[in-house]
């Protein structure tokens, strides 16, 4: 059974954030699931396709180390600006958009601060009817 694809306005989640945020996809490649552009596995641009998750609590995100520092060792959450660097993966290669595979449901997406960025809410939904 397939997953649904991933698109514009779905919600994500970071295992170190505070909060979901929405995945935005720009409508370049004039593929639309359910009136929402699609995404491939490089729409990973932080704050273009990948939005802040509230606040970060990863312990190697560099601003967490410095406000914590500076609070005497108390743990401080900073805000999170997530810092992707590789495509999403492993991506659905059956499915392709410009020549890219397409994100499904399954798709990580890694956080240099030692995150992983996943799915949480499809902005698409199967419905079968009986």
Do not use: E
């Amino acid at each position: 059974m397939s997953t649904p694809d991933v698109t514009a306005t779905a919600m994500l989640q970071c295992s170190f954030g505070a909060a979901p945020a929405p995945f935005v996809v720009l409508p370049i490649n004039r593929v639309t699931a359910c009136n929402f552009p699609s995404g491939t596995i490089m729409d990973n641009i932080p704050l273009v396709n990948i939005t802040p998750f509230g606040m970060c609590q990863s312990p190697s995100n560099p601003t967490v180390i410095a406000a914590t520092a500076a609070a005497l060792g108390v743990f401080t959450p900073m805000p999170c600006v997530p810092v992707t660097v590789a495509p999403w993966t492993p991506g659905t290669p059956t499915v392709t958009i410009a020549n890219l595979p397409a994100l499904d449901t399954n798709c990580k997406l890694m956080c240099a601060w030692a995150g992983v960025i996943g799915v949480q809410q499809a902005a698409q939904f199967t419905v079968t009817v009986p």
